[in-house]
């Protein structure tokens, strides 16, 4: 059974940094098709940060030059390292993995999410 789990949501302070970690049991991270997602209170969610099914990041223009995406292979484990933070940021994040379908990334795993909160 595969699971996904998210950590290092919290509160903190426009400007202010947090870094998100997304564990997997069950599941190796294979470098395509993982990612994290957001989704803010009455708004669609949205892609932040994802490995595409070539393995190449793409960022969400919202976020770009101020969120990282990484993996740990010894880990096993999908970070988002989220800097210069802005009340905007503040959504529900979760972690997502799946597997290549054709020419697109289908996502089959997805974690529960850990709450962001940005205040100014």
Known sequence: QVQLAESGGGSVQA????????????YVFS?????????????????????????SIWYGEPVKGRFTISLDNAKNTLDLQMDNLKPEDTAIYSCAAGHRRGDACEYRYWGQGTQVTVSS
């Open 15 to 26: 400007g202010g940094s947090l870094r998100l970690s997304c564990a997997a049991s069950g």
């Open 31 to 55: 470098g395509f098709c993982m990612g994290w997602y957001r989704q803010a209170p009455g708004k669609n969610r949205e892609a932040v940060a994802v490995f595409n099914i070539f393995g």
